[in-house]
């Protein structure tokens, strides 16, 4: 299955999404049952175990006839922003700030009963306050922002315990994933907090020997399932690339226990490590991903086409929920299933998108992977410029960063011959960029060391300076 044949698969899903307004079922919404609520049992814990439990595995009549109605997740919205580092294939600023909380946070819009807590409606949660911070901030929000400052107060005040984030404010449940994920929200707002580094070292000290996670720290929680792992793997790699250091080993014994274990001898993705049976289409997506981030982008464009063959219902323009010993599960999840598919097609169509520019590019004598420099005079330029302006915006941007990132370091090494070029690169790149609409602004950026954080505060002004002091480069 080719590239364009996966584009048409993910926009007849994401139209079938817009026309039922991002609003759809969920696999833990069924104490929103009226049925249920009629009958009084919401009032006791065991009773909500149980009829959630049978509303999650039953068949799709069980649910219309619990009469649940749909509901629109604020993490839907953020996975189609961009969150978890994803393709941005719509705006929803303005609908994921109305959802906000008011402690700050956000949370799913239904009550839900684990064997660890109970979660009423729209309460709160590290996860779904996470993932919209991150969305607010791939969309272009700035830090800034009134409603990031106060997602960040609430995970710092409300959620931080003595070395981790717990999952929910009124209780004190550690699970690595929701923890690390806080900790990456709130260094994204605040790059220089004191408890990022910690809740990392924390979430490293929990690594078992042979490189995998439990879920979390309680009794029932220490199974090892793929997109939770996925999860792990790729928040430590993004910290990694922000400058975070002493990362290497878990990242590199994760991922070959991620590999080795949570996938088939076919590479087809498992949710729990080592076990076949259920494949749920959460971890299909979770696992095209975390491919793409480590560089095995064959391996996910396999699982991309697996997934188009075996879990992708043409008639409905719907991913199936997964598949079982009996056949597909037809439950049609909105956030649990769609959102997860249409963001993990993006990142494999983007993906495949940066590697038909790399080949473009490279024909034109540069890498988009590596920072532009251009000699003077260039006898290549006109080939380079043309290429430049046909790449996709994404390896456009991702191009001048890198670019300006190489900049910094050779000037504070000295190297001022190689400066000259990559200055003149940054000069190039903002010329074509503003020919073609892409304004190549500024943003901040942290590094996080060993135990601590650092934020250069002159970083960007040092870009601007290098900009200024050669400005008679010509480029």
Same mark, same amino acid.
């Given at each position: 299955?080719?590239?364009?044949?996966?584009?048409?698969?993910?926009?007849? =899903?994401? %139209?079938?999404?817009?026309?039922?307004?991002?609003?759809?079922?969920?696999?833990?919404?069924?104490?929103?049952?009226?049925?249920?609520?009629?009958?009084?049992?919401?009032?006791?814990?065991?009773?909500?175990?149980?009829?959630?439990?049978?509303?999650?595995?039953?068949?799709?009549?069980?649910?219309?006839?619990?009469?649940?109605?749909?509901?629109?997740? *604020?993490? $839907?919205?953020?996975?189609?922003?961009? %969150?978890?580092?994803?393709? =941005?294939?719509?705006?929803?600023?303005?609908?994921?700030?109305? @959802?906000?909380?008011?402690?700050? /946070?956000?949370?799913?819009?239904?009550?839900?009963?684990?064997?660890?807590?109970?979660?009423?409606?729209?309460?709160?949660?590290?996860?779904?306050?996470?993932?919209?911070?991150?969305?607010?901030?791939?969309?272009?929000? *700035?830090?800034?922002?009134?409603?990031?400052?106060?997602?960040?107060?609430?995970?710092?005040?409300?959620?931080?315990?003595?070395?981790?984030?717990?999952?929910?404010? !009124?209780?004190?449940?550690?699970?690595?994933?929701?923890?690390? #994920?806080?900790?990456?929200?709130?260094?994204? =707002?605040?790059?220089?907090?004191?408890?990022?580094?910690?809740?990392?070292?924390?979430?490293?000290?929990?690594?078992?020997?042979?490189?995998?996670?439990?879920?979390?720290?309680?009794?029932?929680?220490?199974?090892?399932?793929?997109?939770?792992?996925?999860?792990?793997?790729?928040?430590?790699?993004?910290?990694?690339?922000?400058?975070?250091?002493?990362?290497?080993?878990?990242?590199?014994?994760?991922?070959?226990?991620?590999?080795?274990?949570?996938?088939?001898?076919?590479?087809?993705?498992?949710?729990?490590?080592?076990?076949?049976?259920?494949?749920?289409?959460?971890?299909?997506?979770?696992?095209?991903?975390?491919?793409?981030?480590?560089?095995?982008?064959?391996?996910?464009?396999?699982?991309?086409? #697996?997934?188009?063959? !075996?879990?992708?219902?043409?008639?409905?323009? =719907?991913?199936?929920?997964?598949?079982?010993?009996?056949?597909?599960?037809?439950?049609?999840?909105?956030?649990?299933?769609?959102?997860?598919?249409?963001?993990?097609?993006?990142?494999?169509?983007?993906?495949?998108?940066?590697?038909?520019?790399?080949?473009?590019?490279?024909?034109?004598?540069?890498?988009?992977?590596?920072?532009?420099?251009?000699?003077?005079?260039?006898?290549?330029?006109?080939?380079?410029?043309?290429?430049?302006?046909?790449?996709?915006?994404?390896?456009?941007?991702?191009?001048?960063?890198?670019?300006?990132?190489?900049? $910094?370091?050779?000037?504070?090494? /000295?190297?001022?011959?190689?400066?000259?070029?990559?200055?003149?690169?940054?000069?190039?790149?903002?010329?074509?960029?503003?020919?073609?609409?892409?304004?190549?602004?500024?943003?901040?950026?942290?590094?996080?060391?060993?135990?601590?954080?650092?934020?250069?505060?002159?970083?960007?002004? @040092?870009?601007?300076?290098?900009?200024?002091?050669?400005?008679?480069?010509?480029?």
């Amino acid at each position: 299955m080719d590239k364009d044949q996966l584009i048409d698969i993910r926009d007849r =899903v994401l %139209a079938r999404m817009k026309q039922d307004d991002y609003a759809g079922a969920d696999p833990f919404d069924g104490l929103e049952s009226r049925l249920f609520q009629a009958s009084g049992l919401g009032r006791f814990r065991l009773a909500r175990l149980i009829w959630l439990q049978a509303i999650k595995r039953g068949p799709r009549a069980v649910r219309s006839l619990a009469m649940i109605p749909p509901s629109v997740n *604020p993490k $839907t919205l953020a996975l189609l922003q961009g %969150a978890g580092d994803g393709v =941005v294939l719509g705006d929803f600023t303005a609908a994921l700030s109305a @959802m906000q909380n008011a402690d700050g /946070g956000w949370g799913y819009p239904f009550e839900w009963q684990a064997r660890a807590f109970h979660a009423k409606r729209r309460q709160s949660n590290a996860i779904v306050t996470s993932f919209v911070i991150d969305g607010l901030i791939r969309g272009g929000a *700035p830090i800034e922002q009134h409603v990031l400052t106060r997602a960040a107060d609430f995970i710092e005040d409300r959620l931080w315990r003595d070395g981790y984030f717990a999952y929910l404010g !009124h209780d004190d449940c550690e699970i690595h994933n929701a923890s690390l #994920w806080a900790a990456f929200a709130l260094y994204r =707002v605040r790059a220089g907090n004191d408890k990022t580094a910690k809740a990392v070292r924390r979430v490293l000290d929990a690594q078992h020997d042979d490189g995998s996670w439990a879920y979390g720290t309680r009794s029932h929680h220490q199974f090892v399932d793929g997109f939770h792992t996925g999860y792990i793997l790729d928040l430590l790699g993004r910290l990694r690339i922000s400058g975070m250091d002493g990362l290497e080993s878990a990242i590199e014994r994760g991922w070959s226990f991620y590999r080795n274990h949570c996938f088939s001898n076919d590479g087809i993705p498992r949710n729990f490590a080592g076990k076949d049976g259920y494949l749920d289409a959460h971890a299909v997506a979770q696992s095209m991903a975390s491919l793409c981030r480590f560089g095995d982008v064959a391996g996910a464009i396999k699982i991309a086409n #697996w997934a188009a063959a !075996h879990l992708f219902d043409a008639k409905r323009d =719907v991913f199936y929920a997964g598949i079982g010993r009996f056949g597909p599960d037809q439950q049609n999840y909105m956030r649990w299933t769609q959102s997860w598919m249409v963001w993990a097609l993006s990142i494999v169509i983007e993906k495949t998108a940066m590697s038909d520019a790399s080949a473009t590019a490279k024909n034109a004598m540069f890498d988009p992977e590596k920072p532009l420099s251009f000699s003077h005079p260039d006898p290549d330029r006109t080939a380079k410029e043309a290429a430049l302006a046909v790449l996709s915006e994404t390896v456009f941007r991702n191009l001048y960063a890198l670019t300006r990132m190489e900049a $910094t370091r050779v000037k504070a090494s /000295g190297e001022m011959d190689r400066l000259y070029g990559l200055i003149r690169g940054m000069k190039t790149l903002q010329r074509i960029g503003g020919q073609r609409g892409i304004i190549l602004g500024a943003k901040r950026v942290g590094f996080l060391t060993g135990a601590e954080i650092v934020t250069p505060s002159d970083f960007d002004s @040092m870009a601007h300076d290098e900009i200024a002091e050669m400005f008679d480069v010509k480029d």
